[in-house]
């Protein structure tokens, strides 16, 4: 490294200073904490990017968001060029810039890591889009992402504005294969998609009976607001969007609004009320990666929930149903067959209904940890990944082989077969390749293929929701002296440390000998307990279900004692 780089970056890491005490992980999705406390940690998160951009010689994102938590909070992560995840190999190095005392720790670190990475820093031009939700502290740390990226010679930091994390990963991605990678790109290729598939699906017809609209809590974040100019684009004539907690209206982000409180709570977010009895309604999360739908069945606050896992089952019965038509019909074409593999991805917190349904449909179900990271990795090695964790992230990965012979598909029948069911299974299954977000998880293109299916099928959300019942389930959040004692296995189902807390956990749940003996009956019938470090909050989380929603509760809070009893109770 020149000194005149070793010098650009000691100047500038002396204006942000790492805060005492202050350890931060890169984590489930990235570094989260209070937004007080993020500057010195957004500045270095900007030179990591810059360095991926060295690396990779490809534009690189960096997101300023905390998703669904409290607006005090904030986080910063890293899109790679494919618009996915960092790579989890880089992760290390992100927590070692994170940590490092002193700028002259930082510059060693930074010359060690390029050494072994191989990063020349010969001053070429390299791009990182910053995109930010709308909370509050955004703007500053931006700045400090600014001067993090401004500080490797040759990297150039893009202020791509106020966006949802989706939308900044498409772009990076978009960016890197394509001239069109703007936001109004963006728009553009998701209302043209969707009104393709609506016009497969409608046949022409534009009917308007029943089922026809769709209330959306926009959790008072940036996903509403999107929403909204999403909305005017798509001009729909047989669907009604409409908006609410869009954030114009001045609510709080996040406060008794958007999927997380949904899913959790599972009760009708703020703005909701007896008016929407029956109504079928979907929440986004603060960043707007996150869907989960709702309806209220009766003027209580209480909601029937259709969540990830239900999102997740109606894309696959979807899939399922259209490669079936699409291979039904072998007269019709040359009988070159593909062998399409299927996979759906979850991880422990997938409702077991949701499991059991997906297996009897004859899918592979594949369980990795917490965190988009792991789904999507798991998703790649399909020709059509279906990944959702049960909160409500999620989305569909066609490999670009399937959608290559798909392409040839669609041409061969438009010549032998043309209007044939089969074309229009192969038309259908193209427009969602082109709708569905490739990056990560999109509450907006998610919620635009629910529709469509929905409209393809003819479901009420009542018809959806009823697929299968979940297990009733409970989760909880214990506050312990040190979260990083708790590691786990086998997709996050098992405590390996500290010792004996699995044994007190299954005893508990009555996995092992733990029977009542006077009736022979498991201690909880469905029971189902495990518990996992957050990798976004300082907390363990514990989750449970079972036959009863007592017994979940029963179990989630016994557990809860446990966790307590054996991590020591944490300081609020
Ligand atoms: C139980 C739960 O909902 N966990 C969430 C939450 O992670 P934790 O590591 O559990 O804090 O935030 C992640 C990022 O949004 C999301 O991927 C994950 O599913
Ligand atoms: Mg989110």
């Not at 986080?75 to 190095?93: C, H, N, R, Y």
């Not at 978009?174 to 497969?200: I, K």
């Not at 299954?506 to 009956?521: I, P, R, V």
Request: net charge negative; aromatic share 8%; hydrophobic share 40%.
């Amino acid at each position: 490294m020149e000194e005149a780089q070793r010098s650009l970056l000691l100047s500038s890491a002396v204006r942000f200073p790492p805060l005492e005490g202050a350890r931060l992980s890169y984590g489930t999705a990235g570094f989260r904490t209070d937004a007080s406390l993020l500057r010195s940690t957004v500045f270095r998160a900007g030179i990591l990017a810059a360095l991926r951009a060295l690396k990779t010689r490809s534009v690189i994102g960096l997101v300023i968001t905390a998703s669904h938590n409290k607006v005090s909070d904030n986080g910063v992560k890293i899109a790679d060029p494919t618009g996915e995840m960092l790579s989890q190999d880089w992760e290390p190095f992100a927590d070692s810039l994170a940590a490092a005392p002193s700028p002259d720790h930082l510059l060693k670190g930074i010359i060690e890591f390029a050494e072994f990475e191989k990063i020349e820093f010969d001053g070429r031009k390299v791009e990182v889009l910053i995109g930010r939700d709308t909370r509050p502290s955004g703007q500053s740390l931006l700045e400090a992402a600014k001067l993090g990226i401004g500080s490797i010679i040759g990297a150039v930091a893009v202020d791509v504005g106020i966006l949802t994390t989706p939308q900044l990963h498409w772009m990076v991605r978009a960016s890197n294969c394509s001239t069109q990678a703007s936001e109004f790109d963006y728009f553009e290729q998701l209302s043209r998609s969707f009104r393709c598939l609506m016009d497969l699906i409608l046949g022409g017809s534009e009917s308007n009976e029943g089922n026809d609209k769709v209330v959306v809590d926009g959790a008072n974040g940036v996903g509403g607001e999107k929403l909204l100019v999403l909305k005017e684009m798509l001009n729909l004539k047989d669907l009604e969007i409409e908006v609410r907690n869009s954030g114009r209206e001045g609510g709080v982000l996040n406060e008794g609004v958007g999927a997380d409180f949904v899913q959790k709570e599972k009760v009708v977010p703020s703005g909701f009320g007896p008016q929407d009895v029956g109504i079928r309604c979907a929440s986004l999360d603060g960043d707007a990666d996150r869907l989960v739908y709702f309806t209220a069945p009766s003027s209580s606050s209480k909601i029937e929930l259709v969540d990830g896992d239900k999102i997740l089952s109606l894309f696959a019965v979807f899939i399922k149903e259209e490669l079936s038509i699409l291979n039904k019909e072998p007269d019709a074409s040359t009988g070159d067959d593909y062998q399409c593999r299927i996979g759906v991805v979850q991880t422990a917190y997938a409702n077991g209904a949701s499991t059991d349904y997906l297996k009897r449909l004859g899918l592979e179900v594949f369980f990795t940890p917490t965190g988009v990271k792991y789904l999507h990795q798991k998703a790649t090695q399909y020709d059509i990944g279906i990944y959702f964790e049960a909160n409500g992230h999620g989305t569909i990965l066609f490999s670009e082989p399937f959608l290559r012979w798909l392409d040839a598909k669609n041409n061969e029948l438009s010549s032998v077969a043309k209007g044939s069911e089969q074309q229009k299974a192969a038309l259908r299954l193209l427009a969602v390749s082109k709708l569905i977000n490739p990056a990560v998880g999109d509450a907006l293109s998610g919620m635009l293929l629910v529709e469509a299916i929905l409209r393809h099928k003819g479901w009420s959300i009542h018809r959806w929701s009823e697929l299968y019942h979940d297990l009733p389930s409970k989760q909880l959040k214990v506050k312990v002296v040190d979260r990083t004692a708790v590691v786990t296995a086998n997709a996050e189902t098992e405590v390996v440390k500290p010792p004996s807390i699995q044994e007190a956990i299954n005893a508990e749940t009555g996995t092992f000998a733990a029977y009542d003996t006077c009736c022979l009956k498991a201690k909880y019938p469905q029971g189902r307990c495990f518990i996992r470090p957050s990798g976004t909050e300082d907390v363990i989380r514990v989750y449970a279900e079972a036959s009863t929603q007592d017994a979940a509760d029963s179990l989630a809070n016994s557990v809860a004692k446990l966790v307590d009893k054996f991590l020591g109770h944490g300081s609020s």
